[in-house]
């Protein structure tokens, strides 16, 4: 008989998709979400819900508006008498997971889900470090995205076998065919953009302050003598449009720039399968989800340091690079761009995860059921 799970989490997100199948497919599995949508970013609902394996369900807003308070926690909880409840960080719906686990069910196991970069970790103090600090010892398990994370709570908290690895992954066969049914779209793309004998920079992201933009043009202006062929695509839209197109132009680049807005669904893995060199130049960044998407696709992948992402590059898959330091970009793009040919042709890349999502998810799920 499979073990009753429930859990609770912000809200649907393409990347959080297979992560949430799989627990569906292992446990007797109910969801709850708490925001129709993921904050300071907009999905197509109505697509993500069709790569459901379950029925979503939707908390009521916060008691007294204080958003993490939500008491439909108890009535959820006495109906369904989970197994195993999994939540997202360290809240007060934790918290409240946490009564409910001391007055009615003290079998209950709760796992909480933590996405944080290690410089994240490292830095928070004050209510949020207090309440982490609180929960790791009552929590029977917390999942995290980085190794270097988890040896970072290692050491803080002196134990060794309450953390679990799983970083924000996809299942690599079935992105994969997306990218196989997307070929066409890439192909009207790669002649739109005239890119046959090109090298191709790809970012994907919302073009915001965190993103560190203005880094990657000024470093990619520099390469272009060595590297005049290259072209820069960026994927997203963000408050800092006008201001990196105006960069653009002041950089003499902006032949070489090609801003191309919000891509969803076909339209975005089209263009994962133009990208030869993926670059993520943020300087604050939880994990970075898109690095697993542009490894997958084949790009080898240039990552800022401090992204949580930065466990999925191997020498073989690409690089890191301090997102304060232009010449470490430039080194690397240079390094990028002289394993790349020029494209003549659209074709799907090898894949470049180290790890698979099968292998991580099935690491994932021995040790919660032992």
């Known amino acids: 008989m499979k073990k009753k799970l429930v859990i609770f989490h912000p809200a649907i997100a393409p990347y959080r998709i297979d992560f949430f199948n799989s627990l569906n497919e292992h446990f007797e599995a109910s969801f709850y979400f708490e925001f129709l949508d993921v904050l300071e970013q907009s999905f197509n609902q109505g697509k993500l819900k069709e790569r459901l394996t379950f029925q979503p369900n939707y908390l009521g807003k916060g008691f007294c508006g204080i958003k993490n308070l939500r008491l439909?926690?108890?009535?959820?909880?006495?109906?369904?008498?989970p197994d195993?409840?999994?939540?997202?960080?360290?809240?007060?719906?934790?918290?409240?997971?946490?009564?409910?686990?001391?007055?009615?069910?003290?079998?209950?196991?709760?796992?909480?889900?933590?996405?944080d970069s290690l410089d994240i970790v490292k830095s928070e103090g004050g209510?949020?470090?207090?309440?982490?600090?609180?929960?790791?010892?009552?929590?029977?398990?917390?999942?995290?995205t980085n190794r270097a994370v988890i040896r970072w709570y290692q050491e803080t908290y002196h134990n060794t076998s309450?953390?679990?690895?799983?970083?924000?992954?996809?299942?690599?066969?079935?992105?994969?065919?997306?990218?196989?049914?997307?070929?066409?779209?890439?192909?009207?793309?790669?002649?739109?953009?005239?890119?046959?004998?090109?090298?191709?920079?790809?970012?994907?992201?919302?073009?915001?302050?965190?993103?560190?933009?203005?880094?990657?043009?000024?470093?990619?202006?520099?390469?272009?003598?060595?590297?005049?062929?290259?072209?820069?695509?960026?994927?997203?839209?963000?408050?800092?449009?006008?201001?990196?197109?105006?960069?653009?132009?002041?950089?003499?680049?902006?032949?070489?720039?090609?801003f191309l807005g919000k891509k969803?669904?076909?339209?975005?893995?089209?263009?994962?399968?133009?990208?030869?060199?993926?670059?993520?130049?943020s300087y604050y960044e939880r994990f970075g989800a898109v690095v697993n998407e542009a490894l997958l696709s084949g790009c080898y992948t240039l990552c800022s340091s401090v992204a949580g992402a930065a466990?999925?590059?191997?020498?073989?898959?690409?690089?890191?690079?301090?997102?304060?330091?232009?010449?470490?970009?430039?080194?690397?793009?240079?390094?990028?761009?002289?394993?790349?040919?020029?494209?003549?042709?659209?074709?799907?890349k090898r894949n470049l995860m180290v790890d698979s999502y099968s292998t991580l998810m099935a690491n994932l799920l021995e040790q919660l059921d032992s």
């Open 72 to 81: 439909q926690v108890f009535p959820i909880l006495c109906k369904t008498r």
């Open 84 to 115: 195993i409840v999994f939540c997202s960080e360290f809240n007060i719906m934790g918290f409240l997971i946490l009564l409910y686990k001391f007055l009615f069910h003290p079998k209950l196991q709760i796992y909480t889900i933590c996405d």
């Open 127 to 144: 209510i949020k470090g207090f309440m982490r600090a609180l929960f790791v010892r009552l929590y029977d398990g917390v999942v995290l």
């Open 162 to 258: 309450k953390f679990m690895y799983f970083p924000i992954v996809q299942e690599d066969v079935a992105f994969r065919d997306e990218l196989d049914k997307s070929l066409s779209i890439s192909c009207r793309y790669y002649e739109d953009l005239k890119l046959k004998g090109k090298k191709v920079v790809l970012f994907v992201g919302r073009l915001i302050d965190i993103k560190n933009l203005d880094f990657l043009l000024n470093a990619f202006s520099q390469i272009l003598d060595e590297y005049p062929n290259a072209e820069l695509l960026l994927v997203g839209e963000g408050d800092r449009r006008n201001a990196l197109e105006d960069l653009a132009f002041c950089l003499g680049i902006k032949e070489k720039v090609h």
């Open 264 to 281: 969803q669904g076909k339209d975005l893995y089209a263009f994962y399968n133009l990208g030869q060199v993926f670059v993520l130049p």
């Open 311 to 348: 466990c999925l590059i191997s020498p073989e898959n690409g690089a890191c690079f301090d997102p304060k330091k232009q010449k470490d970009l430039e080194e690397a793009l240079k390094k990028a761009l002289s394993r790349v040919e020029p494209t003549q042709d659209v074709v799907v």
